[in-house]
């Protein structure tokens, strides 16, 4: 079964590599992600004021898209990468779906569109490897088993919050780990999985942001993770840039590789997965130091 | 039709709605004043005929209001009372009356909000349904 | 320092209140979302004080950078007992003031272009923008 | 002695009650030697001239059989009921509407519609419809008007008493007419036929209702000896009048109900609902969920044929509404 | 008088409740409306007409106006039914010709529009002056009782009634569903506020319990079905098979101490282990040993038997079956306890993911004295010693969004309790309590509360922890300190959680078996929440204990006491008098069609054939006493033989007509 995608603006620039990655592992699995024909911005943070329905318009738009698109693919099903776009994609549909006044008024609004029936259904890519597909198919296609990788899977908060769109235990989620662990890979539980990374305050409180990384990554390496994982490119990106200042200040005294899910998978699932490797020395070395893939 | 207001004739059963009705009276919850109360003993108590009667005298709508399946009083008087109101609403449908003008409604005695949400709910239905086409002055 | 209660502090609670759409009272002060900010300690006051002022009616609280800080990561809303969107209360404060054309970022300024723009994510800086500029 | 003056008369029904008179057979012959019968549409043929120029009252007994359908019916009615000292409902059309009354379940222009248009063998290109008047050479002939809803008897007028039956059986005719022509009168409204319902007569074997499922009855052979409701068959027989003779049951068929009510209850349909309803796998009650219930209940096909089949004008609703 | 005669005299008294009425209804306007209708011979309104003066006013104004039928339009039925039907019988009117319309709960209090809550007030008195016109007058019906009581759950407040009634001198039975009694103050260290030994001062009652002639301790039972009413319940108790024969067994301990099989006591909640043979504690009463099937070699696998070769008496009985007894009794103690809420539920504390994050009642084990651990506080993690502990409050109380919304109202002064006891046993120790408020509402509390505090020091910090998660062998405990307003983090190496308590697991069964209401939170229902606190909607059912609501020891055994004297006071008289408002089977109307029959829940009818004047008459027959009077079997009646008593179907056709008017 083929899926409407809706990449994001995030995923076509600095979050690049982890698209590429998962069109393709997608491929490996046996479906494809159909990238929506034309495509808004997903509004970038949900408006949560109960009184602006501008906000939610570009968002509305992406929704039709998708509806027109399930039409032709048979699907209600609409998959995202970018878990920013997850969330305010699927905030701004429930939002119709709780409240049918407000779909009735957007619709009266975007006049020239045809109307939002308010039945699409927004997943992360992470619920369609883990529902649709299922870690144990994911385990009968691994190639490059991860057996001596030890891996942090990372979540942040905008898969899991509010509870209202969660996929997986608000606290405790296991999701991610369940997939790592098909792939081979030794999973460590982090507890501050699902805590933030201090998001878009890089660009205007950088502090903050070296604060929530240096709590994650702490705990991490206490651990002995090899490699942390993550579904979205602004944790990917906060992690990686805060470890380098906080390795200068002498904070942490390593940095911790910070890749995306679907890097990860990409290499497990590849037959020429070592190829790949060539890219993730990091990881080439562990595995090497340890024996091997 | 403006200003039409639906006649409601609630049977309410002692033990659970009646008291989740004295319960939303309690908290001072404020609904509307369609629906009036008649209190039985238990929903089993409420007749197909005195559903008939209301609706031949002009009734907008009836309301049963019972306890929880499993929480009956009496033990099992509301499974009677559910087998007969669906075996109603399949007449009344026949008759060309509109099913939700006949609602049976679980509303045990600490559901005093539940009580005012259903005849809100029912009152407004009713409302858009507009005036029983049963009455007298046919 | 003499708190009284004023008009223009009632009103605060009123808009905030609409903006948000969430019931102020319900708060017990408990704290646990300033417990959980991943951010509290660039805030000039806990997010709890913060709700509490609003409570009060208190307009000092729109003088605090707490809601800016703010990152609306939703932690403080799904542990809040009480069931309070505190990130939506925050959202409100920060509407008070966007409204009034008070933004908090500029990001007209030169750094924020240059600097940023080439390797930080969209979402970040879209996020930013839309968190602090009207 | 004077001869007692009796009266018959035919409203809207199938006919079967004016024959039921003579069910009674050589009994006939008492009744006349006992009664002059001023009008009997079967057998004599008396003008509604004549009738209206009686003197009030001059009917001592006057039977009157079918529902009230047309304004002809109506007029009728009231010409009898001024005419006659006893004015009784003669079978079910009469007393509950019968069979014609299931009519209310249309309206006059469905029914038209139907019979005049619609009928698969039916030509009328001009969609011609009745019409309560029209011009013919020799002038303006009116006909009745047909009515939307099927009345009772006693809708229209004031009735002394019921025959009750579709139609009466030869026993309550012979009953009935013993107790007029003796003048040994039961309280006015009396319905001429036993007070209990027809179980108590019907000698099948009853043992605890646990009706698992509804059968129609071609879907089952009944057993002859055991209770139909028992079976699963719907039987009318608990919320039925007795006095019949159950000559249904004795010919392995449930009743449906002709005798019509019983004197405590207000709406035989509602009641009959309300008893199967209650007993409908009253064993595993607490197992069914409401789905369950319902596809229970969706065995009852046609509430309104089934437990309404005699009395639906006579029935709290009376008659479908149509918009 | 003869009250049943065709042309009633009803009497109408409006009440004002002060303004609770009158504020949105016009009772002036009711009264005069009412005093049109026919039939009614007085109608009036007076301010309270509960008071005694509106009471009296009520019988002045029956005998002047020679009134034989009363109808009060006041509040709920529920509340006055009882109070006005006693007055108009003191006036000489028979109490079932008095009805209240309820013109508070159901009108004033939920309508704002004076005007329609004004129309709705007079309809429904109407209604019920129409019920009144055909009221009969009625005597109540008398029943024999059973004077014995069945009390469910054996902990403190289920000892407590069964010794209380037996003390009255009537046979109890004691239905413990574990193999012990004692509950779960069985567990506890020390009491708060005065902190003597638990088990010290429960014991002894355990063991008067037991050795009460008057008593039956029926434990590792649990009830299986109850049928019957008020007087008359006919209780099935299930006895679970124990394997062991009790009345062989000496309790010597052979068994278990050589058992191999080992799990996790429930008794020690998992500190320490138990064989599957096994006595859950050493005070156990009784104390006799029972087999754990799921646990058991040989019930597993088939092998083993060693109790069976060790038990020199041969008490060991691996065939046991389950058995059934029923018993007749006259009233039921409900006194199920509570059970706390599952750490499980607290992911975002680590509940049970962690071992250092434990819950109260484990913390209790660990303090013990008879604990696995001799009262030493330990890490279960390691087994090493405890310096910094962390208390927290609520832990899934007042938690209205994915908990539970109520307080648990024990859990202040518990935690109170383990942060003194600790400082007791850990002198250089830190305890940090991290509450919402504190509070002490009881006998000597809140200067136990003090005590914590100012003579040991435990720190409370005014804050609700957000998160607790493992760093190295220490816990880490994100808090808040809200009067400073800054965010606390402490690495502890014991986190104790308050956990919320909610009722037992099974109260759900046994309420629909008892046919007895819950709340919302799953608590027994009481009749009234002030005036009836330990009596069930269910006349003959009566509560105790914290399966009502939270409670702590005291609270339960002077609500064991109440219940036990409810008991007490019913078993006085000799008959119960029932309220006569049940089914009436018309003989010369029902054709025996048998419909009631089948769907009767008491089985309160049944067929009689008699044979009349030649003729067999089928009819149904029925039996008063079972007659709840619910009204399924007149509803079903499809010849209109069963009626109501005051509650006809053409009286029912009248209400609905001036309703409808």
């Known amino acids: 079964m083929d899926y409407p995608y809706y990449p994001g603006c995030t995923l076509k620039t600095t979050g690049k590599k982890d698209e590429e990655a998962a069109l393709e592992v997608a491929k490996l699995l046996g479906f494809e992600l159909k990238e929506l024909p034309t495509w808004t911005c997903c509004g970038v943070v949900y408006n949560l004021t109960s009184d602006v329905m501008a906000d939610h318009l570009s968002a509305t738009r992406t929704l039709i898209r998708a509806q027109e698109m399930g039409r032709e693919l048979k699907t209600n099903k609409l998959v995202t990468l970018c878990s920013m776009c997850y969330n305010v994609l699927k905030q701004v549909n429930l939002m119709y779906k709780n409240n049918p006044d407000k779909l009735k008024n957007i619709n009266l609004f975007l006049d020239t569109e045809e109307d939002y029936l308010g039945d699409i259904e927004i997943m992360h890519f992470l619920e369609v490897l883990y529902n649709d597909i299922g870690p144990e198919k994911i385990k009968e296609k691994v190639k490059t088993s991860l057996k001596n990788l030890k891996v942090d899977p990372y979540y942040g908060c905008m898969l899991l919050r509010p509870k209202t769109i969660a996929f997986d235990d608000q606290d405790s989620p296991h999701i991610m780990g369940d997939i790592l662990s098909a792939l081979g890979a030794t999973v460590i539980e982090n507890p501050m999985t699902v805590e933030c990374c201090g998001a878009h305050q890089i660009i205007t409180n950088k502090g903050a942001v070296l604060d929530c990384v240096e709590r994650i990554v702490s705990i991490s390496q206490k651990k002995g993770a090899d490699v942390i994982v993550t579904p979205c490119p602004l944790c990917q990106y906060n992690l990686t840039t805060a470890q380098k200042t906080l390795f200068e200040k002498g904070k942490i005294n390593r940095k911790t590789p910070v890749i995306y899910l679907s890097e990860l998978m990409k290499i497990s699932l590849t037959e020429s997965g070592q190829d790949y490797l060539k890219d993730y020395n990091f990881i080439k070395d562990k595995l090497d130091e340890r024996g091997g893939l | 039709m403006e200003n039409y207001e639906p006649k409601i004739i609630a049977f309410l059963c002692k033990w659970c709605t009646y008291a989740g009705a004295d319960l939303a009276g309690v908290s001072r919850l404020k609904f509307s004043p369609n629906a009036i109360p008649i209190r039985v003993m238990c929903s089993g108590r409420v007749d197909p005929s005195f559903i008939l009667d209301a609706f031949s005298k002009g009734a907008d709508g009836v309301l049963v209001g019972g306890c929880h399946p499993g929480d009956c009083h009496y033990a099992q008087g509301n499974y009677k009372t559910l087998r007969r109101v669906k075996l109603l609403k399949a007449l009344i449908k026949e008759m060309g009356l509109e099913e939700e003008r006949l609602r049976l409604e679980w509303i045990s005695a600490s559901e005093g909000n539940k009580f005012k949400e259903v005849v809100n709910d029912m009152t407004i239905k009713l409302k858009e349904l507009g005036p029983s086409p049963l009455k007298k002055e046919e | ?134 | 002695m004077t001869k007692a003056n009796i009266a018959f008369y035919w409203a809207s029904s199938c006919g079967g009650c004016e024959i039921a008179v003579l069910d009674i057979n050589e009994k006939i012959l008492d009744v006349i030697e006992k009664a002059n019968i001023l009008m009997w549409p079967v057998a004599m043929d008396t003008k509604y001239e004549d009738l209206k120029k009686m003197k009030d009252k001059s009917i001592d007994v006057c039977f009157f059989n079918g529902a009230i359908r047309t304004s002809e019916n109506e007029e009728l009615a009231k010409i009898l009921r001024e005419k006659s000292k006893i004015l009784v409902a003669f079978g079910s059309c009469a007393h509950e509407g019968c069979i014609p009354a299931l009519a209310n379940l249309f309206n006059k222009k469905l029914i038209f519609d139907r019979a005049y248009k619609e009928t698969e063998t039916t030509m009328n290109n001009e969609d011609t419809l009745p019409q309560t008047s029209f011009m013919t050479k020799e002038g303006e002939v009116h006909i009745p008007e047909f009515y939307d809803t099927v009345k009772t008897l006693d809708q229209v007028v004031d009735v002394d008493y019921y025959l009750p039956g579709c139609p009466p059986t030869p026993n309550i005719v012979e009953d009935a007419f013993n107790k007029f022509l003796s003048g040994d009168l039961p309280p006015k409204g009396t319905v001429m036929a036993p007070v209990k319902a027809l179980c108590d007569e019907c000698p099948r074997k009853k043992k605890d209702k646990m009706i698992d499922t509804i059968y129609r009855v071609y879907e089952k052979e009944a057993d002859p000896e055991k209770c139909f409701l028992d079976q699963g068959i719907i039987c009318m027989g608990p919320a039925t009048r007795s006095g019949c003779g159950h000559q249904c049951i004795k010919g392995n068929m449930p009743c449906t109900g002709c005798f019509g009510k019983t004197p405590e209850v207000t709406d035989q349909g509602a009641k009959m609902i309300s008893a199967l309803a209650s007993v409908l796998a009253v064993e595993k009650e607490l197992e069914l969920d409401e789905k369950k219930v319902e596809d229970l209940i969706s065995k009852i096909k046609d509430p309104v044929g089934t437990f309404y089949r005699y009395s639906l004008a006579s029935s709290f609703i009376k008659r479908k509404v149509i918009k | 008088m003869d009250s049943n005669s065709s042309s009633p005299r009803v009497g109408v008294f409006v009440c004002h409740c002060g303004s609770n009425i009158a504020g949105t209804v016009d009772v002036e306007k009711v009264a005069q409306e009412i005093s049109k209708m026919e039939g009614v011979a007085y109608a009036g309104t007076y301010i309270y007409m509960c008071s005694d003066p509106g009471q009296k006013l009520m019988r002045e104004t029956i005998e002047k106006e020679k009134l034989d039928r009363v109808v009060v339009a006041a509040c709920s039925p529920t509340l006055h039914e009882k109070t006005f039907q006693i007055n108009s019988k003191n006036a000489g009117l028979n109490p079932y010709q008095c009805e209240i319309a309820n013109i508070r709960e159901h009108c004033s209090w939920v309508h704002e529009d004076n005007k329609k809550a004004t129309e709705k007030a007079i309809k429904i008195t109407k209604s019920i002056v129409e019920k009144v016109k055909e009221d009969k007058s009625l005597t109540d019906i008398e029943v024999p009782i059973t004077k014995k009581a069945i009390v469910i759950g054996g902990g403190v407040s289920g000892i407590q009634a069964a010794l209380d009634i037996a003390n009255g001198g009537y046979k109890t039975y004691l239905i413990e569903k574990d193999s012990s009694i004692g509950g779960k103050m069985a567990k506890l260290s020390e009491t708060f506020p005065t902190l003597d030994c638990s088990q010290c001062i429960l014991t002894p009652k355990m063991v008067e319990a037991s050795n009460h002639p008057n008593i039956e301790l029926m434990t590792y039972s649990e009830v299986e079905s109850v049928s019957g009413y008020v007087g008359n319940f006919k209780v099935k108790i299930k006895k679970k098979p124990t394997s062991v024969n009790w009345d062989l067994c000496t309790g010597c301990g052979d068994c278990y101490n050589k058992c191999p099989a080992k799990v996790p006591s429930e008794f020690q909640e998992g500190l320490s282990k138990r064989a599957a043979i096994y006595i859950p504690f050493p005070q156990a009463v009784p104390n006799k040993p029972v087999i754990d099937r799921e646990n058991c070699l040989y019930y597993q696998k088939g092998i083993c038997k060693i109790c069976e070769k060790v038990c020199k008496i041969g008490a060991i009985d691996f065939d046991m079956k389950e058995d059934i007894v029923e018993i007749d009794t006259g009233a039921i103690v409900v006194a199920t306890g509570y059970r706390e809420y599952p750490l499980e539920n607290l992911t975002e504390y680590g509940g049970g993911k962690y071992p250092n994050v434990i819950s109260g009642l484990k913390f209790e084990r660990l303090l013990s004295a008879s604990g696995p651990t001799g009262g030493q506080i330990i890490r279960p993690s390691d087994g090493k010693s405890v310096k910094d502990i962390v208390f927290v409050q609520c832990a899934g109380s007042r938690d209205i969004e994915e908990h539970k919304p109520y307080c648990s109202k024990i859990c202040c002064m518990y935690t109170a309790k383990h942060a003194m006891l600790f400082k007791h046993k850990v002198h250089d120790g830190n305890a940090y309590v991290f509450y919402i408020d504190v509070r002490t509402a009881g006998k000597d509390y809140e200067e136990f509360y003090y005590r914590t505090t100012e003579e040991d020091h435990a720190l409370y910090t005014r804050g609700k922890v957000s998160k607790i998660f493992e760093d190295g062998e220490k816990v880490v405990v994100w808090g808040v300190d809200t009067l400073t307003g800054k965010k606390v983090e402490i690495k502890a190496d014991l986190a104790v959680l308050a956990m919320a308590i909610e009722p037992s697991v099974g109260i759900k069964e046994l309420q629909q078996k008892l046919k007895i209401s819950i709340d919302e939170n799953g608590f027994l229902k009481e009749a009234h929440p002030k005036l009836r606190p330990v009596e069930s909607m269910t006349s003959g059912i009566f509560f105790a204990g914290a399966a009502q609501g939270p409670k702590d020891i005291p609270e339960s055994v002077s609500q064991a006491g109440a219940a036990a004297s409810k008991v007490l006071s019913m078993f006085s008289s000799n008959m119960l008098h029932k309220e006569p408002l049940i089914c009436e089977i018309d003989e010369d109307v029902c054709s025996g069609c048998g419909v009631c029959i089948a769907l009767c829940p008491y089985k309160a009818l049944e067929a009689e054939i008699t044979t009349k004047e030649g003729k067999e008459v089928k009819r149904s027959k029925l039996n008063e006493a079972l007659c709840q009077g619910c009204g399924t079997c007149s509803s079903a009646c499809p010849s209109g033989a069963a009626t109501m008593r005051n509650d006809e179907t053409k009286n029912m056709f009248k209400m609905i007509e001036v309703i409808l008017e």
């Open chain 3, 1 to 134: 320092m003499v708190f009284t209660v004023s008009e223009k502090g009632l009103e605060l609670r009123k808009t905030v209140e609409e903006i948000s759409g969430e019931n102020i009272f319900k708060c017990y002060q408990c704290g646990k979302c300033s417990a959980t900010c991943p951010v509290v300690d660039s805030m000039d006051m806990a997010p709890n004080k913060v709700i509490r002022l609003v409570q009060t009616g208190d307009v000092e609280v729109l003088n605090q950078n707490t809601f800016w800080v703010c990152a609306a990561c939703f932690t403080c809303s799904a542990r809040c007992p009480r069931s309070v969107d505190i990130a939506k209360i925050m959202e409100g404060l920060r509407n008070v003031k966007l409204r009034n054309k008070q933004d908090f970022i500029n990001i007209y300024s030169k750094e924020f272009i240059e600097k940023l723009i080439e390797e930080i994510p969209q979402m970040a800086i879209v996020s930013a923008i839309k968190k602090g500029v009207w």
